[in-house]
């Protein structure tokens, strides 16, 4: 009984039959460039801290500002999605990825925080085109009964981005010789200007390179063809109201809880990364932005483990109960992390990215699974909850900040977010999807 209902109310007319999987490994490429975007963040909030002299709650603005440009363009790059193709939203936002990289050159001149902050909302509009229509495009190059393992085959690319932007930042922009803040402020005012300037200069070079490299891959997608992936149903409706189609989407209790654990997923794991630098140096007194950052490394080995291990369980578990099994095993970590000091806190901490590694695209395929000729919009929407991440980590950094800037203390609100992952993800088990 539940498959017949299952299989007359998702639509699959907008899914190949068969993977290209030429072009979809394409696609899957462009995974590791918004995954090495994000994880830059987290080495720009430590040397910002520094070279800026900020508060926690000051440098969490860098993934407040980075997480708002995806919910505003979320929809506009719907809107282009659904009238004109998949691919030209992928040019448009590796176009404007690169944009924003280029802009930081300006931006280091001023030697002014919010001109970065500007730097970044521009990659991040880029990045809201490129994750809009990416990560739904992926789930339908091929058939619907694999889905939502597509999407997660596709975030193993996104995990070496993660891993590459964290390795480009600690080589590029951490210096070995950078000055700890301590050691700021023994320094003479005009020194400790000098070592601010030289520190926030060094974050200039790998926007460079990675910008060169996205003009490049603009270029191979503008000269390769790929299919349309569009709903048969569309075709008749280009001009249906979107009001229209949110009106249906959320009507689907499915849909609507789905944007909630996206969004409490989304600024979980932004919230740990981003502050895994300050929890090691919070936790073991005295260790650099540099050596901190190898611990952060590790996180994402673990999480690039997981997206390999959860796509493989996935042939043998439903990926809702996965995800479900996964968010719990992070919310008893996080839990040893906050009440456990030294190397077991930092120790366990890195393990909890094993436990995110299914999160975001298990959460998207069961969300937008089956949407039909709703797909398109409802993918942009799933993509707008990435504001969790502009959310999530203000919350840390003020929770931080309150208490004498305890940022271990900080961590349970990513705590809180999983324990409603897990809540999702039995939901789905539950339904059969």
């Given amino acids: 009984m539940n498959t017949t209902n299952k299989s007359s109310t998702l639509d699959s007319s907008a899914y190949l039959t068969k993977t290209p999987w030429a072009k979809f490994i394409l696609v899957c490429c462009l995974f590791a460039?918004?995954?090495?975007?994000?994880?830059?963040?987290?080495?720009?909030?430590?040397?910002?801290?520094?070279g800026f002299d900020l508060t926690d709650t000051q440098t969490a603005l860098v993934q407040s500002v980075f997480f708002l440009g995806y919910f505003f363009i979320a929809l506009p790059a719907a809107a282009i999605i659904k009238k004109f193709s998949y691919k030209l939203a992928i040019v448009i936002g590796l176009m404007l990825y690169a944009t924003g990289c280029f802009l930081f050159i300006p931006?280091?001149?001023s030697m002014t925080y919010y001109?970065?902050?500007?730097?970044?909302?521009i990659i991040a509009c880029g990045l809201s085109f490129l994750e809009s229509s990416c990560n739904t495009y992926s789930s339908l190059l091929g058939p619907i009964e694999t889905s939502t393992q597509r999407i997660n085959f596709s975030q193993i690319f996104n995990s070496v981005g993660v891993i590459l932007g964290v390795l480009i930042g600690q080589q590029l922009v951490f210096g070995k010789n950078d000055?700890?803040?301590?050691?700021?402020?023994?320094?003479?005012?005009?020194a400790a200007d000098a070592a601010r300037h030289q520190m926030v200069g060094q974050v200039v070079t790998p926007y460079l390179i990675i910008g060169s490299i996205l003009v490049l891959i603009a270029l191979i997608f503008i000269f390769v063809k790929f299919p349309a992936c569009k709903a048969s149903s569309i075709e008749n409706q280009e001009n249906e109201n979107l009001i229209h189609s949110l009106k249906r989407l959320f009507a689907i209790p499915r849909f609507t809880l789905g944007i909630i654990s996206q969004f409490l997923y989304v600024g979980a794991q932004v919230g740990v990364w981003s502050f895994t630098i300050r929890f090691?140096?919070?936790?073991?007194?005295g260790t650099s932005e540099h050596n901190?950052?190898?611990?952060l490394l590790i996180s994402l080995l673990f999480y690039a483990l997981g997206k390999v291990v959860s796509t493989f369980l996935m042939k043998k578990i439903s990926p809702a109960k996965l995800l479900s099994v996964f968010a719990i095993l992070a919310v008893i970590l996080l839990a040893i992390a906050i009440m456990s000091s030294g190397i077991i806190a930092i120790a366990t901490l890195t393990t909890i990215s094993f436990c995110m590694a299914p999160g975001w695209p298990t959460n998207f395929g069961l969300t937008i699974k089956g949407m039909g000729?709703?797909?398109?919009?409802a993918g942009s929407i799933v993509v707008m909850s990435i504001i969790g991440g502009a959310v999530i980590p203000l919350i840390m950094g003020i929770i931080s900040d309150v208490n004498q800037g305890n940022m271990q203390i900080a961590f349970t609100a990513p705590l809180c977010c999983f324990i409603y992952v897990a809540f999702y993800g039995y939901y789905c088990s539950r339904k059969g999807i």
Avoid: R
């Fill in 292 to 295: 901190a950052t190898y611990w």
């Fill in 179 to 190: 000055p700890s803040h301590a050691e700021l402020l023994q320094m003479t005012p005009d």
């Fill in 280 to 285: 090691v140096q919070q936790v073991e007194t």
């Fill in 107 to 109: 931006a280091a001149s």
């Fill in 115 to 121: 001109a970065f902050l500007g730097c970044l909302g």
């Fill in 33 to 50: 460039l918004w995954g090495m975007a994000v994880n830059l963040n987290d080495i720009l909030i430590a040397q910002f801290k520094k």
């Fill in 373 to 377: 000729k709703d797909t398109q919009t």
